[in-house]
C-alpha cells in the first residue's frame, strides 16, 4: 500500500495543474518545438542557397561556403550556441552602438532560431548539394532548352526531383533540431529540458521528470517519423508514376 501511495504521489507531480508540472513541461515542450521548426526552415533556405552556391557559383563564393560548412561541422554544437548566442547578441549591440542607436535585448526565440537555424544550414548545405549532384544533367538542360527562367528550373525541376533524394538526410537533420533545443538550455531559454531541470531540482523527483522529458522527446521522434514515412511513399509514388 505504501508503494502504491509512493507512485500516487510522484505522479501527481506530473499534473496539468499547480503544484504539477504538466502542464509547465508541455509548454516547454511547445517552445522546444517553436525553435526546432523556426531553425530547422532557417536551415533549409540557408542549404538551399548554400548548395546552389557551392554547385553553380564563382570560386570566391564556393570557398566562403566551403569554409561555412566545414567550420560549423567541426567545431562542437554546444560551443557554437555559446559563441553565436552571447557574441551574436554583442555585435549586434556593437553596430547599434556605432550606429549612435541604444542597446536591445534580443528575443530568445528569435535567437534560438537563429542559433539552430545557422547549425542546421551547414548540414543542411551538404545534403542538398549531394541530392542535387543526383539529379540527371538531361533533366536540366532540357528545362533551359524549353525556356525556363533559371528560377524556374530550381522551382520546378531541381527541388521537386532534390527533395526525392534529400529527404533521409534532411528527416534526420530534423531529429537532431529537435534534440539540439535542448542545448538551448546551457544560456537559459525556458525550453523543455530546462524546465525540467527546475522540476526535478525542485521536487528531487529527477528520475520522474527525466524520463517524462525523454517521453515527450521520443514521441515527437515517433510522430515525425510516421509523418517522414507517409511524405516519402508519397514522393515515391509521384516519381514512379512520372
Keep these: ?8 504521489t510522484s505522479l501527481s507531480l506530473l499534473a496539468f495543474s499547480p503544484p504539477g508540472w504538466g502542464g509547465a513541461l508541455l509548454k516547454g515542450l ?16 540557408i542549404g538551399i542557397a548554400g548548395a546552389c552556391g557551392k554547385l553553380y557559383g564563382n570560386a570566391v563564393c564556393r570557398d566562403l561556403l566551403g569554409c561555412y560548412t566545414t567550420a560549423v561541422r567541426a567545431v562542437p554544437e554546444l560551443v557554437l ?40 544550414g551547414a548540414y543542411s548545405t551538404e545534403v542538398i ?11 536540366i538542360e532540357a528545362a533551359f532548352a524549353c525556356g525556363m527562367r533559371p528560377w524556374q528550373v530550381l522551382k520546378r525541376i ?29 544560456v537559459g531559454f525556458t525550453e523543455l529540458t530546462l524546465i525540467t531541470k527546475q522540476a526535478a531540482g525542485g521536487t528531487k523527483h529527477h528520475m520522474l521528470f527525466y524520463c ?8 515527437v521522434t515517433l510522430i515525425s517519423n510516421w509523418g517522414i514515412k507517409k511524405l516519402d511513399n508519397h514522393l515515391r509514388h509521384t516519381k514512379a508514376s512520372t
Design 212 to 219: 517524462a522529458a525523454g517521453l515527450l522527446y521520443l514521441s
Design 129 to 139: 548539394r549531394g541530392a542535387m549532384s543526383a539529379i540527371p544533367v538531361g533533366h
Design 158 to 186: 531541381i527541388l521537386p526531383e532534390m527533395l526525392v533524394h534529400a529527404l533521409p538526410g534532411l528527416s534526420n537533420l530534423w531529429l537532431i533540431a529537435t534534440k539540439d533545443t535542448a542545448l538551448l538550455a546551457v
Design 1 to 8: 500500500m505504501q508503494l502504491i501511495a509512493d507512485i500516487s
Design 30 to 45: 511547445l517552445s522546444s518545438l517553436q525553435i526546432a521548426l523556426g531553425g530547422y526552415g532557417l536551415g533549409l533556405l
Design 81 to 120: 550556441i555559446l559563441l553565436l548566442y552571447y557574441a551574436g547578441s554583442d555585435l549586434v549591440n556593437q553596430v547599434l552602438h556605432w550606429l549612435s542607436y541604444p542597446p536591445i535585448d534580443i528575443n530568445g526565440l528569435v535567437a534560438g532560431i537563429f542559433v539552430i537555424g545557422i547549425v542546421q
